[in-house]
């Protein structure tokens, strides 16, 4: 029977090759993640750039999590030593080796190399007994496998000059363990059982049958999203500000927060926190009968946005940050809730979004919920509520700095903004506020952003807004901020296509946070959110960096509104065809502001510029929703911050859906086959160009020559079929009995300033329409 003893060396490579199964995954994954905490991009210079480059990036490099990878990589590599140690009895008998030969070594090379190695083992010159065991075990055995001619055959056969040897059978155990004295085999049997079979059982078992408690990437609870979507404290269709609280804290996360006895002093002195800056609640019996989690996390939100965190007690610390990191979660799961598409029309509800919005702003800066209701009485007028929030949510500020601030005529945030350096030092040191303070509010005004936009909508290929048309509403966003202008902002400004996150400057709040903008087109009128998207402006702050004169150009312009410009229409069919005749022309480049951008090029004699069309846009951002009724529409394109307050834009939206008749549904349905028909005609003229220039051979001349007059056949030949299309489509819309307003803009059509786009064909026919 083989005994079965332990082997250190195989031991070692086992649990090498088990910690390599965990190091490589792991270090993959942090070099491949991107949402690390160093992975952001911070809209101010960090510590006014005292720090020189090479700290900067000592900084970044050596985090916890930087030198917990190193530290796993030494002990990686203290383990493979040890392998190399641990196996050298493993290695398989060379005699070659041993007497440190070649392999077409000659019968007086391996003499001399054995009278070498007798000098130094043998046990003559050698008294070490190891020495002599050696020279026994390996030296005499090696020299005698390559001159002995049974040794060498035996070696040849079995790899052995001894011939077939007994199997050694080893277990991936440490030799200690397998002493027949050694009376921990058992407790070693029962360790491998349990931690190597039970636990990771037990491990997978209990994450199976808790996983379907959460959803969503926000690892958000399913009776969290139950109690959001339908309880007494679910999201409703005109909840405002105030009461958005009331169901933040009603998540399952909170409910099953743990109180703890040794807690009691805290809370109390939580509880007295809150009365003094909310003395209303005093006498809200239903606001301090809920379960005692629930008041805690409500109580503890309220602390954090009256900036109290300080004063917190110590045993409520914890909770505060797991309040503070879970609310941001939350709260977009129930803005998720909010512009959900609910029937007849499809559309989700504004005041409920506009509220939650609102609420992460007051959460990242710690800002009163009071702050922001309207002002009444003899203060009451357009935005007073809104610039006396922007305001207070500046550090260090408070109702006295308020106060100081208005007796020297500064009232709001934009008119601290314009002041010079040196004046805005001296206006808030006579408002109370130290140097530290002063600095701080210093780079939270240079923080702030400001967000350029440009919407436009229409639905693609199409002339008008038909009723159940789906409208693609564009947007071009450009972000600036005064610390662009700071000198040596350069080296950490986000750049183009990068997919780092913005760090939102949140000096009151010790979570950190990246920015991030909820665009909505709403409809006031009906209370609707037509369409929905949480972005990221990086993008656009990329472009308003790098090109601070086209922020300049668009201020100077004006916004361009989505207000329905009729008098365009003649322009856009006339950029149709020439889109069609680059996209034909330019090497397949197909049709767009890019294509455009270079054709204009081209026709100043700057095809050499290179510039990017991207770059004069900014950040371009898509949103489509179904109109379903005919009418004119008043909407706004609102683009709210989730940090910061006071840098929303409402851009307005007006559109004017058409009837749509059974005479405009076979117009569209023409168009599009005869659109079809058009590109498959274009596809085969160029087949037949193509074997045109094959046969003429190297005539380039001639063939640049056709080719552009093929082309200005071609773009006539579109503009005819457009302005027929047009014409038609016009001319149903008359028979199906339109308003007056709308049978005079479509006589207007023609003095649009677009003329030369017009065959004469097609002008005859505007005029009988």
Not at 574 to 581: N, P, S, Y
Not at 688 to 693: A, L, M, R, S, Y
Not at 742 to 764: C, F, I, R, V
């Amino acid at each position: 029977m083989v005994e079965h003893t332990g082997s250190t060396g195989l031991f070692a490579i086992f649990a090498l090759s088990l910690y390599s199964l965990f190091i490589f995954p792991y270090t993959i994954y942090r070099l491949c993640n991107s949402g690390d905490d160093q992975a952001v991009v911070q809209p101010y210079l960090q510590g006014k750039q005292k720090k020189g480059l090479a700290s900067r990036v000592l900084a970044k490099v050596l985090t916890k999590k930087n030198l917990l990878l190193i530290f796993f990589w030494v002990l990686w590599c203290v383990l493979l030593w040890y392998v190399n140690i641990a196996t050298k009895d493993l290695k398989p008998f060379d005699p070659f080796e041993i007497l440190g030969l070649e392999r077409d070594a000659s019968t007086a090379e391996i003499k001399k190399a054995y009278r070498q190695m007798s000098l130094l083992y043998h046990p003559d010159k050698n008294p070490d007994p190891k020495a002599h065991a050696y020279f026994a075990s390996f030296i005499t055995k090696a020299y005698q496998a390559l001159t002995d001619e049974v040794s060498r055959k035996n070696y040849e056969k079995y790899g052995h000059p001894d011939g077939p040897q007994a199997m050694d059978v080893g277990v991936a155990l440490p030799t200690w363990l397998f002493t027949k004295d050694s009376k921990v085999a058992p407790l070693m049997l029962l360790a491998l059982v349990g931690f190597g079979i039970l636990l990771p059982l037990g491990v997978v078992s209990f994450y199976m049958l808790n996983s379907n408690k959460y959803s969503g990437p926000n690892g958000v609870m399913q009776e969290t999203l139950s109690f959001y979507f339908a309880s007494k404290y679910s999201v409703k269709e005109a909840q405002s500000l105030v009461r958005i609280p009331e169901t933040l804290v009603c998540a399952m996360e909170f409910i099953t927060l743990p109180t703890p006895s040794e807690q009691t002093l805290g809370l109390e002195e939580l509880r007295k926190m809150v009365l003094r800056s909310n003395p209303d609640l005093k006498d809200k019996n239903t606001f301090w009968k809920r379960k005692a989690s629930v008041l805690k996390a409500h109580m503890l939100l309220l602390a954090h946005m009256e900036r109290e965190q300080e004063h917190i007690p110590a045993t409520l610390q914890a909770d505060l940050r797991f309040v503070l990191t879970k609310s941001p979660l939350l709260l977009d799961e129930m803005m998720k809730i909010a512009v959900m598409p609910r029937p007849p029309l499809g559309y989700g509800w504004m005041t409920p979004a506009v509220a939650i919005v609102e609420m992460m702003q007051c959460m990242a800066q710690a800002l009163s919920v009071s702050a922001r209701k309207p002002v009444t009485g003899s203060a009451a007028k357009a935005g007073a509520a809104d610039a006396l929030a922007a305001l207070l949510q500046l550090p260090q500020f408070d109702s006295d700095v308020l106060k100081k601030l208005k007796k020297q005529r500064i009232q709001s945030i934009k008119e601290l903004q314009d002041l010079s350096a040196a004046d805005l030092g001296e206006a808030l040191r006579g408002a109370g506020l130290d140097a530290g303070a002063v600095e701080e509010v210093s780079t939270f005004l240079a923080t702030l952003p400001s967000v350029h936009c440009r919407a436009e909508c229409e639905v693609p290929g199409e002339d008008e807004i038909m009723e159940g048309d789906a409208v693609k509403c564009t947007l071009q966003l450009l972000v600036s901020r005064r610390s662009h202008n700071t000198p040596g902002f350069e080296s950490q400004a986000p750049s183009r296509g990068s997919s780092k996150a913005i760090r939102a400057y949140t000096p009151n709040n010790p979570i950190p946070k990246d920015e991030a903008w909820h665009v909505m087109v709403v409809d006031p009128s009906t209370n609707a959110v037509m369409a929905w998207n949480k972005i990221s402006l990086v993008e656009a702050e990329a472009v308003g960096f790098a090109r601070s004169e086209l922020v300049e150009e668009w201020e100077r312009a004006g916004p361009m509104d989505g207000a329905d410009k009729k008098d365009d229409r003649s322009r856009s069919r006339a950029l149709a065809t020439a889109d069609k005749f680059i996209s034909r022309y330019s090497n397949g480049a197909r049709p767009g502001n890019a294509t455009r951008k270079g054709a204009g090029a081209g026709a100043d004699g700057e095809a050499g510029a290179g510039t990017d069309a991207d770059s004069e846009t900014g950040q371009v951002v898509e949103l489509a929703f179904p109109i379903y009724k005919a009418g004119k529409y008043e909407l706004q394109v609102l683009i709210m911050s989730d940090s910061y307050v006071g840098c929303d834009r409402a851009i307005p939206l007006r559109l004017r859906v058409v009837p749509m008749t059974r005479a405009v549904q076979e117009g569209r349905d023409a168009k599009s086959q005869a659109k079809a028909k058009e590109w498959v005609d274009s596809d085969e003229e160029d087949g037949d160009d193509e074997g045109k220039k094959k046969k003429r051979g190297g005539d380039g001349d001639s063939d640049a020559g056709s080719a552009a007059g093929d082309g200005d056949s071609e773009d006539e030949g579109d503009e005819d079929i457009n302005s027929d299309e047009y014409d038609s489509e016009e001319t149903g819309e008359m028979e199906s009995g339109e308003d007056t307003d709308d049978e005079e803009d479509t006589k207007a059509l023609p003095a649009a300033g677009a003329k030369p786009a017009l065959t004469d064909g097609s002008a005859d026919k505007d005029k009988d329409a």
